[in-house]
């Protein structure tokens, strides 16, 4: 009678558990419901002090030591069954110093990075089909500084142009076009997957951040009314950057500070907390570990990512 008792109590707490996408899932192809409206606030940190090149990690002879921190807050809002529009604005702030020959180099820059709005449509609702698929598109608009500050070239450099991929924004519209999927398991499972493409003319001060491919898998479960606990992979693939005739070949290869081009791919690990029993408010904390690694050019990457979300429904 007592393992009875149990199965009752314990199936009786699944069907009421809510389970909430992934904390870096784009949430696969979820939509919110028309007239809601959804505030978060993610705040992503990383460091970067380890340099690869191909498939190795390399020895950090610039003694780079970078770290950012950025803070996105997200709006979502249903407009209509089917489809809502998404609105995220980050704020970046990145430190970075170097030392290259006998010069030493040091980057503090912050501020309000890019705007991306992007709209979410279903194309294949769940009820009918047992999974859900959305197409979705948007812009990144201009909105973060990319004034002269960021086109000063190090002193040694003696007057070369030599951007950094430090500035806030690229001073250009990007394009994006997005596919999800998702599949609800016995109402505390689900599994999401979401693959984004990002068109990136040449940004301001002739600084190319290539054309990328992010593509996240996904899969929670709920394992308590409250408690959430989730892993996902977070790949991405970017094109290699080309700085044109303006840069410096030779100087550019000795420069730690690049933009990402390659391929790379995050394991990550989460738990997220329903203080109400109910989705209305969930906090989510996860931790991004480098999984494997294939760039195009001699660059830093971060190892680990640590991820904290908060968010609200009405």
């Known amino acids: 009678m007592k393992k009875i008792g149990l199965a009752i109590l314990l199936s009786g707490i699944l069907l009421q558990a809510q389970v909430i996408p992934a904390i870096n899932s784009k949430g696969g192809a979820m939509t919110l419901p028309k007239g809601k409206l959804k505030i978060g606030v993610k705040y992503i ?9 191909g498939s190795n990690e390399e020895v950090n002879k610039e003694q780079l030591d970078a770290t950012a921190k950025v803070t ?8 209509k069954d089917n489809f809502d529009i998404r609105v995220a604005l980050p704020y970046k702030e990145i430190e970075a110093t170097a030392k290259l020959g006998q010069n030493s180099v040091a980057i503090d820059n912050s501020g309000i990075g890019d705007m991306v709005i992007m709209g979410r449509y279903v194309a294949l609702p769940m009820k009918e089909n047992g999974y859900q698929l959305s197409i979705g ?28 991929p430090t500035q806030m924004g690229t001073g250009e519209f ?10 609800v398991i016995d109402s505390d499972m689900r599994v999401d997957f979401n693959t984004l493409y990002t068109y990136r003319p040449k940004a ?8 990328e ?13 409250n408690i959430n606990l989730g892993i996902e992979y977070n790949g991405k693939y970017n094109s290699k950057t080309d700085m044109g005739d303006d840069t410096n070949p030779m100087l550019r290869s000795k420069l730690p500070f690049k933009a990402f081009s390659g391929t790379v791919g995050y394991i990550t690990p989460q738990i997220e907390y329903l203080p109400f029993d109910k989705p209305k408010v969930h906090i989510g904390l996860g931790v991004s570990f480098l999984a494997h690694y294939n760039v195009s ?10 991820i904290f979300r908060l968010a609200y429904l009405f």
């Open 45 to 53: 940190y990383l460091k970067k002090d380890s340099m690869f090149d």
């Open 72 to 79: 996105i807050l997200g709006l979502v809002y249903g407009v």
């Open 137 to 164: 598109g948007g812009v990144k608009l201009p909105t973060g500084s990319t004034n002269e500050g960021f086109k000063q070239a190090p002193p040694f450099a003696k007057g070369i142009n030599t951007p950094m």
């Open 174 to 183: 990007e394009y994006k076009a997005e596919i999800g999927l998702s599949k």
């Open 204 to 211: 301001k001060h002739d600084y190319d951040f290539g054309n």
């Open 213 to 225: 491919l992010s593509y996240d898998l996904s899969f929670t479960d709920a394992i308590t009314k």
């Open 297 to 306: 050019e001699y660059q830093p990457l971060e190892k680990q990512r640590i």
